[in-house]
């Protein structure tokens, strides 16, 4: 099943396994933080992941809801660690995986079909002075190589139908890139969320979620912090990352 450097690895609180190889792609806290952050409906509906990477939200919401996971994903040996992690946890009749480019997204996925949309894209431009990874799989992954912030925001508004909801999670950097992009294609920015490395530090990571044709609304949540002062996860990202306490 593991292939050259790959490994197993658990993920805790939903009591999942997932594939990941240091050489190619391992999931970061963003995706994990993303995931938690989303609506997802309970029952029923369509739910699209895209830049899926090795399927690391689909799996963490597919312990939330009964609908049907679509994760999009361009690189193939990720799409592949993807489908043998969701086999191995005997997902196969709930997620399933797109081989694809978001760019390309008309010939992927139905229109205004889906229910929620939630992204982790490449966060970083392309920039002459910009020093990307060498390693090809990581660099797809982190900059705008094969596709960029408005790409994606535009694929998110193309499959989501009237209503909606898509989330992102980006760098605070780009906050004003992303509302106004989401704004564009008729994504309405309805929530905020600022995640830190711990109190008295810079804002590293945002959580933005929008509704498809909403009404202007924006609530702007409490802060996340991630590290308390003894620099340990704080109860909020343990409890993310482990589960609760029984």
Do not use: W
């Amino acid at each position: 099943m593991l292939k050259a450097d790959e490994r197993l690895d658990y993920l805790l609180a939903e009591d999942l396994r997932i594939i990941q190889s240091p050489s190619v792609f391992s999931f970061s806290l963003d995706a994990v933080l993303l995931a938690n952050f989303s609506y997802v409906p309970f029952q029923r509906g369509k739910i699209v992941d895209l830049c899926s990477g090795n399927g690391i939200i689909p799996l963490l919401l597919s312990v939330r809801t009964k609908a049907e996971i679509t994760g999009v994903e361009i690189q193939e040996r990720l799409v592949d660690m993807a489908e043998r992690s969701i086999h191995y946890n005997q997902l196969n009749h709930k997620i399933k995986m797109v081989l694809g480019d978001v760019k390309e997204i008309k010939g992927l996925l139905d229109h205004s079909k889906y229910d929620v949309v939630t992204c982790n894209p490449p966060y970083f431009t392309t920039t002459p002075g910009n020093k990307k990874n060498m390693n090809e799989h990581y660099a797809i992954a982190r900059h705008e190589l094969l596709c960029t912030l408005e790409d994606v925001v535009k694929a998110a508004s193309f499959v989501l139908k009237q209503g909606g909801k898509a989330s992102f999670v980006h760098r605070p950097g780009r906050l004003m890139d992303l509302l106004s992009l989401m704004r564009k294609y008729r994504l309405e920015p309805k929530r905020l969320r600022f995640v830190y490395p711990k109190e008295g530090k810079e804002a590293h990571t945002i959580l933005v979620e929008g509704i498809k044709d909403g009404k202007p609304d924006l609530k702007v949540l409490s802060p996340l912090y991630v590290y308390n002062e003894k620099n340990e996860y704080t109860k909020e990202v343990h409890e993310i990352l482990y589960g609760k306490e029984q």
